[in-house]
């Protein structure tokens, strides 16, 4: 028996689509009732969203699908650390006290929702781009 590399089934996209509406609906229902943006509350629904999404098998499951995704994955991470590294020193601690202040930092649930959006849109750019290299 051949085994998947993804494993989640294609219609289940429509679930990470959801997930990634209720991760929406929950970030706007708490700054309707505390007036304070939590994108704590954003990014647990894109992550599991986007979990859902990237790792669902497409409808083509072949070589070169898997090529783009792992491509994709290893770029989106490469890239996202270094974006959130420069975010976390720029905006969150660029006037840190050692003596008396804390330590701000994006969120694990941040960075990983961050990783499998741009993960999700580079696969799908690729994919298209090799579909129109294709027609020609």
């Known amino acids: 028996m051949k085994q998947k590399p993804f494993p989640y089934a294609p219609w289940t996209k429509v679930i990470g689509c959801l997930a990634v509406l209720a991760g929406i609906f929950s970030f706007l229902n708490q700054y309707r009732k505390t007036g304070v943006f939590d994108y704590n509350e ?4 894109a ?5 859902f999404i990237f790792f669902s098998r497409e409808k083509t499951d072949d070589e070169m699908v898997h090529h783009l995704k792992f491509k994709a994955l290893t770029r989106a991470v490469i890239i996202t650390f270094f974006l959130m590294h420069l975010y976390n020193y720029i905006f969150l601690n660029w006037q840190f006290d050692r003596a008396n202040g804390k330590i701000l930092s994006i969120s694990a649930y941040q960075f990983l929702a961050a990783t499998l959006l741009l993960a999700t849109g580079i696969f799908y750019f690729q994919k298209r781009q090799h579909a129109l290299k294709g027609e020609e």
């Open 47 to 51: 992550c599991f969203g986007f979990l």
């Open 42 to 45: 954003l990014a647990v629904g």
